[in-house]
């Protein structure tokens, strides 16, 4: 659904001059700001988001997280490199297309909300839809049903300021689905809220993703939050994208210390699965295995094979979907991993 190629972003009159020196001399950061007073964003990321899935891009203040995000639907321009979503290139997009593929092809929920206060819930919702000229018992009808989808029934006359921050984020939510886009961005969504109001919304977000199926870009500098609700995981520094993977790839196989560091504190009880873990079998044999053998399937989590570990003393099973069994678990390669997990000091 979404292609990003070789996107370079660098703040500054000089910028494309930057970029020249980058690539032929290898100039890093400090070098580009001394010599240029530019500063580099966004380097060289490269990655694709599948259809339905939910990409979350990761990182520490200053990363170029927000700023890469912030390419896709083109509210800041690249200093190189393209972007095609959906075969669409939105590089080639001019002023009226642009317009157009914003408001009908994806759409943004930002950090602060961003809700109009002079305007309902209702009609904050159903603005997109008025903007693309649809009549007001259609946007109306719409805004309803979206209304209900982020469970805020009852809501829809109020303003901004009747609402607590977590029933705002919805409304953003909600708004942002009512144009029904191909393509979601969310930059940080749920970061100024409160620790449960935040789980609860990553509880809801990952229930409607789940049903709508919309593709997103989840922007995050909580790698609790991007391993709970991503399909894959990219985790950026200094603008460049240093890992990109699953959840469990990503805690099980970080691609350098800087990662590692960031998963250290990461729990695997949900993040690793049984496949990860398991020693695959080399033969056919199914007839060592007993119906007293607690079994699992590759995708089962390591929280459910330790509580089988303590009740059975021997090794686990683990079939695929046609339950021919594919490897064995034992009490050693749990304890491996759980140690391995542990942070130190």
Avoid at 231 to 252: C, S, Y
Wanted: glycine letters at 6%.
């Amino acid at each position: 659904m979404i292609t990003i190629d070789s996107v370079w972003k660098i703040f500054g009159d000089k910028a494309l001059d930057a970029l020249d020196d980058i690539r032929s001399s290898g100039i890093g950061k400090s070098e580009v700001l001394a010599k240029y007073n530019c500063v580099v964003g966004v380097a060289d990321v490269s990655f694709s988001v599948n259809e339905g899935e939910i990409f979350c891009v990761m990182g520490l203040s200053g990363s170029g997280k927000s700023t890469l995000v912030r390419h896709i639907n083109r509210l800041l321009e690249p200093t190189a490199g393209s972007i095609v979503v959906n075969d669409k290139d939105v590089m080639s997009l001019a002023p009226d297309e642009l317009r157009r593929y914003r408001n009908e092809k994806i759409a943004m929920v930002f950090q602060n909300f961003a809700l109009m206060p002079h305007r309902s819930v209702l009609d904050n919702i159903a603005m997109p839809l008025e903007i693309r000229g649809l009549n007001k018992t259609r946007r109306l009808e719409i805004a309803k049903h979206n209304l209900s989808l982020v469970e805020l029934d009852g809501w829809g006359n109020k303003f901004a300021h009747e609402l607590s921050g977590g029933m705002q984020q919805r409304v953003g939510l909600a708004r942002a689905l009512a144009s029904d886009p191909e393509v979601l961005l969310m930059d940080e969504p749920f970061s100024a809220l409160d620790p449960l109001i935040r789980r609860q919304l990553q509880d809801e977000f990952m229930k409607l993703a789940s049903v709508m199926k919309k593709t997103t870009v989840f922007i995050t500098h909580d790698l609790d939050e991007a391993v709970r609700i991503g399909d894959r995981i990219a985790i950026m520094r200094d603008g460049r994208l240093i890992q990109v993977g699953t959840p469990e790839e990503i805690v099980m196989q970080p691609a350098d210390d800087y990662v590692a560091d960031f998963v250290a504190g990461i729990s695997r009880l949900k993040v690793v699965r049984a496949h990860a873990i398991m020693e695959p079998l080399n033969n056919d044999d199914q007839t060592s295995w007993t119906d007293s053998v607690p079994t699992f399937g590759p995708e089962d989590n390591l929280s459910d094979l330790i509580t089988a570990s303590i009740e059975y003393d021997g090794k686990l099973r683990v079939v695929d979907d046609n339950g021919k069994t594919i490897g064995s678990i034992s009490r050693s390669n749990i304890l491996k991993t759980v140690i391995e997990g542990t942070e130190t000091s």
